[in-house]
């Protein structure tokens, strides 16, 4: 039986219905509200609206709960590998093994890029930021694989080469920046092991993979595989919806994923910590500063949209940073600040009235770091795990019969109809 809501306005009402997903969240459906009533809703940064079904990704920010097609986050961190992650993403459902073996193959058949997309790097300034380059190659691979786009083949195809190209493409653009040797991906290393690979190795220092610096890396992207309906999805789905191609749509994610608020928010944590080193640690000052209003400092790697309580990415990755410190010769200065941070927010008031626990951000920039990522990657970084879940993302709002393309409204707040006023008659 169908369950309403019931808005009454001026003395006429309107019966809005009532959807239930299946984990019990309610929706009200207000799809029909305007041709009904005239009237709109309004709901800055959309807190408060769904913008479409998703059987993708599940979120509960009171728990802090992430599953990915019902597959708790923590379980696949633990378990699964990052291709597997994508295809569970992307495909509804974990792989078999013959499903697996073909999708690896497929992902390194398309490694390599074309010889001519070297050229598009030469045309940067040396000093361009990676996000910016990355998102423009993502756009140009359309004019160098168009083909076979429009069909069940060609769109798989497509999205196989995007998961595969896109950590060839980051590598090259770490190397170019820093004139060094361009090196190309081996059939012989996991999709992990190969982007180290491709981003460490030279001629006089031959890569030596170490196995644990390649569990972090896939950790790292499973957590940053999907989030919901976030800005960089938000974005992708929308420029999607237009019909654009894919490579276009992922593009957008890029661009929209490199704001600090954002994808940026874990370069911006290492930057926050290691201003703190320069003045000495003092941790007290900063808890300060972050709770008084009138200072503009900000203390990222705290609090988040959806979670009200400790990000479930965050308890997962902030292990991987211990592990990592553990085995490293030379202690990394950054993680004892953190975790000085950490335990005095959580001891504070304002920090605990106010949910703000620790997030992905906070532990992930040291991870990196551990890894040898340059802090301007770490975006780039954040862009390559999110990739399944865009193309996610863009493939359910493609597939979607009730498909309709993004066109929000508005409450116009600008000057009532004015007169033209001639040039030679203005004041």
């Not at 040291?366 to 493939?395: H, Y």
Request: net charge positive; aromatic share 10%; glycine share 8%.
């Amino acid at each position: 039986m169908t369950e309403f809501a019931t808005l009454t306005l001026n003395g006429k009402s309107y019966q809005l219905p009532v959807l239930t997903g299946t984990e019990g969240e309610k929706a009200i459906d207000i799809s029909r509200l305007r041709t009904d009533s005239g009237l709109i809703t309004l709901d800055n940064g959309f807190s408060s609206t769904g913008s479409c079904r998703s059987a993708i990704t599940f979120m509960d920010g009171e728990k802090g709960i992430l599953r990915y097609r019902g597959i708790p986050v923590e379980q696949l961190a633990e378990q699964a590998t990052f291709k597997e992650t994508a295809y569970l993403l992307i495909n509804g459902r974990l792989p078999s093994r013959k499903e697996l073996t073909r999708f690896s193959v497929l992902l390194n058949d398309l490694s390599p890029v074309h010889e001519d997309l070297r050229e598009f790097y030469r045309g940067f300034p040396r000093h361009s930021h990676p996000m910016g380059i990355l998102s423009s190659m993502v756009n140009a691979l359309r004019s160098f694989y168009p083909e076979l786009e429009t069909t069940d083949e060609g769109i798989n195809l497509t999205m196989a080469r995007l998961l595969s190209k896109i950590r060839t493409l980051a590598a090259m653009s770490y190397k170019i920046s820093r004139g060094h040797r361009v090196v190309y991906p081996r059939p012989d290393l996991t999709y992990c092991a190969n982007f180290l690979n491709m981003m460490f190795d030279s001629p006089v220092r031959p890569y030596q993979i170490d196995e644990e610096l390649v569990s972090a890396l896939r950790v790292f992207w499973i957590l940053h595989a999907d989030h919901e309906q976030n800005c960089s999805t938000t974005a992708v789905r929308v420029v999607g919806s237009g019909r654009v191609n894919l490579y276009a749509a992922i593009s957008a994610g890029i661009a929209a994923l490199w704001g600090p608020l954002h994808g940026g928010a874990n370069q911006a944590v290492i930057e926050m910590l290691e201003h703190i080193a320069r003045d000495k640690g003092n941790v007290k000052k900063v808890i300060e500063r972050a709770k008084d209003r009138e200072d503009p400092f900000r203390l990222f790697g705290f609090g988040h949209r959806v979670y009200r309580t400790y990000d479930p990415r965050g308890k997962i990755i902030k292990k991987m940073a211990d592990r990592l410190m553990e085995k490293q010769q030379t202690p990394d200065p950054l993680l004892d600040i953190a975790r000085e941070l950490e335990i005095a927010a959580r001891k504070d008031d304002y920090f605990i009235e106010h949910n703000l626990y620790p997030n992905v951000d906070f532990y992930s920039g040291i991870v990196l770091r551990a890894i040898g990522i340059p802090t301007n990657m770490f975006t780039v970084m954040f862009a390559i795990g999110r990739l399944p879940g865009w193309i996610a993302q863009w493939k359910e709002s493609i597939d979607d019969p009730g498909w309709k393309i993004t066109r929000p409204r508005q409450l116009y707040t600008g000057p009532p109809r004015t007169d033209y006023v001639p040039i030679d008659k203005r004041p």
